[in-house]
């Protein structure tokens, strides 16, 4: 019975400058006749002739005892496992060439896995169903990955030399188009998982003004990670790959438009609307000029210019400042102390 | 037996941690060499000046211990040492202590008020703002202002404690407005503080206007040259002013806390306005309706409606003990017999009550009554 075996590989879009392609390898119970490898260990050892010490092995010779014979059936003795035959240097990818359940006396390494007995290690790799129940990746080493990039490179274009840094990536291919697309040995080939599409952009590279990518934000919603600032949009709506990936090249193109466009209503945004806090005409500029004023800082003068002069004071620019980072960063030890120094300062304590 | 009497006594008098005082060598006693060191309150103060001030399990400790001793720490020298700076004809300056639950915030602000009591100056102390916005037994609509409601349980309970801590104001300071109350009652201008206190706790009914009154009179009347009292208003618990409340109406919804009387005239006193005194105050978050358990920040108790209001005010952060301060704390219960287990008196002992309390004040007097 053959069981069908699951590979799948990332392959790379259009616009994509080509990298690395990765290759996942995903295990089902694997039973892939034809390469030697059989469910048991192969016993390749030939035991030259019959063991010397037959005592245990016969009860006297067949011809002594006449018609009884008890002929014990001759049991070859197991000979030393695979492991102890094998070269340092060998070729790896060899022994294991394909994803195969753990063997072992294939496998040099002497590895326990398992609950440790009281006081003890845990148990050994002869005879571990642990070891063999999960996947292992014995046939992805380092110089297997590089044989599957040699097999692979005759089908690959020669990297642009003139892309030599990310940032020369970033400038040249401001959008990255991530697909999956599944290779599998089964009444069918298709996948629905193959339909969908990750687009991202980096806003920087979008000519935005401050409105614009306030509204884009807006728009946008959770799809817009702040630390790295780039735009996501994964589209999979469709039943195909080509027609998801014109829909999120669509939408990339309206937000654009529409976060450029001013709508009437949008004159009516108010503080609570506001991203980020200004300090310029809230409460708190309010209430530090008040009480500058009573204090009478600044001396007798008009309203308007009272207020200027006030704004200009170092300490009230300090205090701005202050009140700023508070309301912007969040409250922790460090903001909390250095808006109780500018207002220490402000009202000259 | 004489002689294990006379060891004892010595250990009394030899304590490091303690310092006596008078009222004269109070002021003595308020230095930063005395950081981490304690000082007795006279019973006399503790009387008048705390009726409804002192944390609950503080007052059974002066019960137990038959003193009242506080710690000196640095939250309180801080704010005590710009009080004592502070400039009559300048606006009222706004403190605000924080910190993590149990740190002593409101010991700190029982002991500034201490100070200010002991300087001569009137305390107006709201014990706990809390109390205002829940668990309100009766709920009067206001006679002066339909919109709001009156609380009068809560009211006659603060106007009988302020009358106490304040006897010697109440015959000096005169109205200056006249109040009706009712057809027949009316309080005239010019009549001292002390017959607007026993109206309104007399006349329960018009107890809260009563404490709006009161307020509104001294806030007109500190700073200006002919008062000769400073006005310190101390409020535990201000985050419960830009809060919710859990009182609701008739109709099942939930009175808004500016709604409220009483609350309303404290936010007017909150505000700095006024000259000639100072505000201080604390966040509560034990006692807090519809906050988290573990916020202690000023913004997020006080919220953006409060913050906005409060500001610009000094926030003072309350720390827990450090270790010095742990220290005189431990020798204080040593020396009271408050530890009894003779495993706390050695080295291992004391590193466990650091580890299990954190050098949390609470959790370590807590802890102490077991060990």
Not at chain 2, 250 to 256: I, L, P, S
Request: include cysteine.
């Amino acid at each position: 019975m053959v069981c069908p075996s699951l590979f799948s590989i990332v392959t790379v879009g259009e616009n994509m400058a080509a990298h690395t392609s990765r290759a996942f390898l995903s295990l089902g119970r694997i039973n892939v006749p034809g390469l030697g490898l059989h469910k048991s260990v192969s016993r390749v050892t030939y035991s030259t002739g019959l063991s010397t010490d037959s005592s245990k092995a016969t009860t006297g010779s067949p011809q002594k005892g006449g018609k009884k014979v008890l002929s014990k059936k001759y049991k070859r003795e197991p000979g030393d496992p695979r492991t102890e035959l094998m070269p340092v240097d060998q070729d790896w990818t060899a022994v294991y060439p394909v994803a195969t359940p753990f063997i072992p006396d294939a496998i040099p390494l002497p590895v326990r896995m398992g609950c440790p007995v009281k006081g003890g290690a845990p148990p050994e790799k002869k005879g571990n169903l642990e070891l063999i129940k999960i996947p292992n990746f014995l046939h992805l080493t380092p110089a297997a990955i590089k044989k599957h990039c040699e097999a692979l490179k005759p089908f690959c274009t020669e990297w642009p030399s003139a892309l030599d840094t990310d940032a020369k990536c970033d400038e040249h291919f401001p959008i990255k188009v991530e697909t999956k697309s599944y290779v599998s040995a089964g009444p069918s080939i298709r996948n629905p998982a193959a339909r969908i599409v990750h687009l991202s952009v980096k806003l920087s590279s979008l000519n935005l003004n401050d409105q614009a990518r306030k509204k884009m934000l807006k728009l946008v919603g959770d799809r817009y990670c702040k630390d790295t600032d780039i735009l996501t949009i994964t589209a999979d709506r469709c039943p195909l790959k080509q027609q998801n990936y014109d829909y999120a090249m669509y939408l990339l193109t309206v937000l654009y438009h529409e976060s450029w466009k001013i709508e009437a209503w949008e004159a009516e945004k108010t503080v609570a609307d506001m991203e980020e806090y200004s300090w310029e005409g809230s409460l708190s500029q309010e209430n530090i000029l008040d009480v500058l004023v009573r204090m009478k800082e600044a001396g007798e003068g008009e309203g308007e210019e009272v207020r200027e002069q006030l704004l200009g004071r170092r300490e009230v620019q300090e205090y701005k400042d202050s009140v700023t980072r508070l309301k912007n960063e969040g409250e922790n030890e460090s903001t909390m102390l250095q808006y109780k120094e500018a207002v220490k300062k402000v009202l000259k304590l | 037996v004489s002689s294990r009497r006379l060891w004892l006594r010595m250990i009394h008098v030899c304590s490091r941690s303690r310092l006596c005082s008078l009222s004269v060598s109070f002021q003595a006693c308020q230095s930063e060499k005395h950081f981490g060191q304690y000082y007795t309150l006279p019973s006399a103060h503790v009387r008048t000046v705390f009726p409804h001030g002192l944390p609950m399990r503080y007052k059974q400790q002066v019960k137990t211990f038959n003193e009242a001793c506080m710690m000196v720490r640095p939250p309180a020298l801080e704010v005590i040492s710009s009080l004592k700076k502070t400039d009559n004809s300048k606006p009222a300056v706004r403190y605000l202590f924080y910190g993590l639950k149990g740190s002593g915030k409101t010991m700190t602000l029982c002991h500034t008020i201490h100070f200010c009591y002991t300087q001569g100056w009137l305390v107006l102390h709201v014990p706990d703002a809390h109390l205002w916005v829940k668990n309100c037994k009766e709920l009067l609509p206001s006679s002066f202002n339909s919109s709001r409601y009156d609380q009068p349980l809560q009211a006659t309970e603060w106007l009988r404690n302020f009358r106490i801590t304040n006897e010697p104001f109440l015959s000096k300071i005169k109205t200056k407005q006249r109040y009706v109350w009712t057809k027949r009652e009316s309080t005239e201008e010019g009549s001292t503080l002390g017959e607007l206190v026993d109206q309104g706790i007399t006349r329960v009914k018009t107890s809260s206007d009563v404490v709006g009154a009161v307020m509104k009179e001294l806030r007109l009347q500190s700073g200006q040259p002919e008062s000769d009292f400073r006005l310190a208003v101390a409020v535990d618990g201000v985050n419960a002013l830009w809060g919710r409340s859990t009182i609701r109406k008739m109709n099942n919804t939930a009175v808004d806390p500016e709604e409220l009387t009483l609350v309303y005239n404290l936010r007017k006193l909150m505000k700095n306005d006024w000259t000639g005194g100072a505000i201080i105050t604390t966040l509560a978050q034990t006692g807090a309706v519809y906050t988290s358990k573990y916020s202690y920040l000023p913004k997020e108790l006080l919220g953006e409606k409060g913050f906005d209001s409060m500001d610009p005010f000094i926030p003072v952060s309350v720390p827990n003990y450090s270790e010095k301060e742990f220290e005189s704390c431990y020798l204080y219960y040593m020396d009271r017999h408050w530890l009894q287990y003779p495993h706390s008196r050695t080295e291992d002992g004391k590193k466990e009550l650091i580890f299990l309390s954190n050098r949390n004040p609470s959790m370590l007097e807590r802890i102490c009554g077991f060990h």
